[in-house]
């Protein structure tokens, strides 16, 4: 289960502060990411992070609270409402919203808001990995694979992936970006995923790397360099098989 990474908008700072402190002792799954004080500027803190939930005062300066949504093509993510007013609870719903809070804010009721929330976001992380299931199965050929990264499901394309490394129980996997991504997997576990893809070499007990990513290799060195600045290792016993399917 990820955390939940979540917004709060609110134009009373005392209001900021009961609210974060109470997510922060009560509701640990959830991420606090900023504290934005009106709407215009949780539009630019949402495009910033992406959360997955805003907790959304509506009595504020030049906008209220559901305008907000009026600043996106899609909303991409959920709504807590915060108020001391219940009037404007339909208004609330009318827009989706995925809860209502009224203050002062009742700790119970909190908990069950954040839950709905965390619901949504499994569904939603279930949904990205079903989906990239269905689009493997339809073409027969991995694109793409799921790592957990912090807490987070990342996609990544198998075109990016320049190497990957193993260390003890985990293996490292290097995209062209330069980024490196931690999985708990073992090197045969990869091996099996790209058994089809005469792109990737099994060069050496701790290294599958790339063929379309090297730059060159030393036959002395026994080593591979590769873009983004890697080196992997090639053993001997695999050399000749190496030296073959580069020129293949």
Not at 146 to 159: L, P
């Amino acid at each position: 289960m990820r955390k939940i990474r979540a917004i709060l908008v609110d134009d009373e700072e005392s209001a900021r502060d009961v609210l974060s402190n109470l997510l922060a002792r009560f509701c640990p799954e959830v991420e606090l990411l900023e504290k934005c004080t009106n709407v215009e500027s949780a539009v630019k803190a949402i495009h910033e992070h992406q959360p997955d939930v805003v907790f959304l005062d509506i009595e504020m300066p030049n906008y209220a609270g559901y305008e907000i949504v009026h600043f996106f093509d899609e909303v991409r993510f959920e709504i807590i409402f915060v108020t001391a007013y219940d009037s404007y609870a339909l208004r609330a719903f009318e827009i989706s919203a995925v809860d209502y809070l009224l203050k002062p804010i009742d700790i119970d009721r909190l908990k069950q808001a954040v839950s709905k929330v965390q619901q949504t976001v499994d569904l939603k992380q279930l949904a990205d990995r079903y989906s990239l299931l269905g689009k493997t199965l339809q073409t027969n050929e991995v694109k793409s694979i799921v790592v957990a990264e912090r807490g987070y499901q990342e996609i990544i394309q198998i075109s990016d992936i320049v190497a990957i490394e193993a260390q003890e129980s985990y293996s490292y996997i290097h995209t062209a970006s330069g980024k490196k991504y931690m999985a708990s997997k073992h090197l045969k576990h990869f091996e099996r995923i790209f058994e089809d893809q005469s792109t990737f070499l099994r060069v050496h007990k701790s290294w599958i790397i790339n063929k379309s990513r090297i730059i060159n290799y030393s036959k002395t060195d026994l080593s591979i360099n590769l873009e983004t600045g890697i080196s992997a290792k090639l053993s001997k016993y695999k050399k000749t098989e190496f030296e073959e399917a580069i020129l293949s």
